[in-house]
């Protein structure tokens, strides 16, 4: 049934099986005649695949696994039958699962691979079927045209990141780094050759293949201007695109520099007589430029995450509150009042509460906060976490969540507070979690154009090594960065992103500038992938916050200013408006005002403030700004 080639690589596999889904009589039909047998999904060695053994020959002593993957459901009275031999097919191979309903109204599916399609597979029940796509989605991707699950190879690099660093914090990077420079190859080489034929959705789409310009040179935080592919061009006139100018690398830009923290005596003079936050905007761009003093975070944060609205008085905030505490309740008690009985023919919940459970006891377990055996405080991060769940059903928990509440929990020390505060941190990233993951897969495209777009030599690299996906900042964007600073550094950061008052994605910003601060070893040491990988991961926790800030700013300042952005970067990115500023006239020039205004840096560490690059804008600049209609208001 399956091919020779892939039979006798399966039969070569060591002995050490890992059992995801069992069922019991599940039926095949081939040439209508019908063979009853077992159904599993089974990992080897580092293959997956399907396997179907009928019960003539099927040993339950040598193949019942019980795990928390799957329920086996045994009954010993069945009948052996004869006819058909096992069937056992790589999960690497499947193209498509189409779903219906059979004779007698039995559930069945049919199973398309690359090379044939197979039998008809009748189950006992549809919540076989279910589970059995649940389980599939553990290894693959599947996009659904109408009862047809059809396989997205197209995101198999990332699914493939994702299962290996699972950011479950449990396994060293040794052993994460060396079970991925053995088989990350092999994955790039199938699906990247497979993709260059029809669109790359990273490079195709929306990189493209670069192209170096002989002697350019690049300093760490420098942005180059090499030849853009046609995609990154201003939008064609009359059908043509425009020649891009070739230019020097510009110097590198001086950092800029942090304000003060915002304290509790400028705090306080936000407030009007009836306890209503005055002058927001005002208040945010404080924020933005130093973050909270620490003591300050538990009366700012429930404003920053949409607990309590801005303009709410202090009578309104404890109503607020008291309402949320009653909601909270109904929703602890829902999840709380099922019975094992209803939790026994309620898959979902199930495997929700196995991940959550699993996630919570590794969750930030080197802080004394959380540290220890029955601390009290899992208990309610999962408490929270499986409340969560009820508010907001479609999503569910998906790995990964548990880090941002986290630090939320830490500091407010309040459950109340804290699982309000996550939801709505959760409103504004609740895409990054999305099982069809076009949100992460869009923010690491505009993440490859910005990298292009600043340092060729650098992006060239990647792209010889395989690593122009990015997939190696996955873990960045899923979760802000959350594993890769240390205490306060993470929730200063997190005040940054909140409070950003350009309309873009600064979290975009901030990878591009930690890559460029770690361009030199990653080119000098011509890393691969896996040893990219590495690097990046081995960062976490010693990374400098305010040279990320300060080089952040400076960058997205830089390459704002620069007369000849590139279509996908100024519309897309810093959604600026779509005129090129060059059409502005020769009297744009954006370096003008600063020469005349700021004074020349005696080195090359000299600081600026984001007070002295707004005062040297000049007019030309403040009219696109205007006609862009760009929102100074926080992402929400």
Known sequence: MTDNNDTKELEELPDVTKRFYEEYDVELFYADKGTSGTFAVLERGECAYIEWTPFDSYDVNNHMSFDEWGVIAHDSTKEPSVGMPPLRVPISTIDSIKQEIGARGRACIIISTSSQRLPVIYFPKLD????????????????????????????????????????DGTATSNQVYKKIAVDFQDVYDTTLSGLSKVTNFLRGSVVGKPVSRPGAQTSKTAVTNPTPPEHLCHRPAEGDFELYDLRKPLDRAAPVARDEMFTQALWETHFDSEGRVCRVKELQDRIFGGGCHPDLRQDVWPFLLNVYPWNSTLEERAAIMEQKKKEYEVLKNQWKSISPAQMKRFQLYRDREALVEKDVLRTDRVLEFYK??????????????????????DLGYVQGMSDLLSPLYLLFKDKLMAFWAFVGYMDMVEAHFFLDQQKIQGKLADLSSLVY???????????????????????????????????DDILELWEVIWTCPYNTDYTLFIATAILLQERTPIIQKKMCFADILRYINDLSQHIDLREVLGNT??????????????????????????????????????NRDIAEKTPEPETADHLITSRDLDE????????VENVSNMSLDPPQ
């Open 453 to 487: 777009y600043c340092d060729s030599e650098l992006y060239n690299h990647l792209e010889k090594e395989d690593s122009s996906n990015f997939f190696f900042c996955f873990r960045w964007l899923l979760i802000n960065f959350k594993r890769e600073f240390r205490g």
């Open 372 to 393: 220890g055996e029955n601390n009290p405080h899992i208990a309610d991060l999962y408490e929270m976490l499986m409340t969560y769940c009820q508010y907001n059903f």
């Open 128 to 167: 076989s079927v279910y589970r059995l796509v649940q389980c599939l989605k553990r290894f693959l991707c599947f996009i659904r045209e109408r009862d047809t699950l059809v396989v997205d190879h197209s995101r198999a690099g990332l699914h493939k990141v994702m299962k290996e660093l699972e950011l």
């Open 616 to 623: 040297s804008r000049d007019p030309a600049s403040l009219l």
């Open 553 to 590: 700013e400076s960058l997205f300042h830089n390459i704002r200013s620069q007369p000849d952005i590139p279509f996908n970067i100024r519309t897309n990115i810093l959604r600026i408006a779509e005129t090129p500023l060059s059409s502005l006239g020769s009297q744009y020039n954006p």
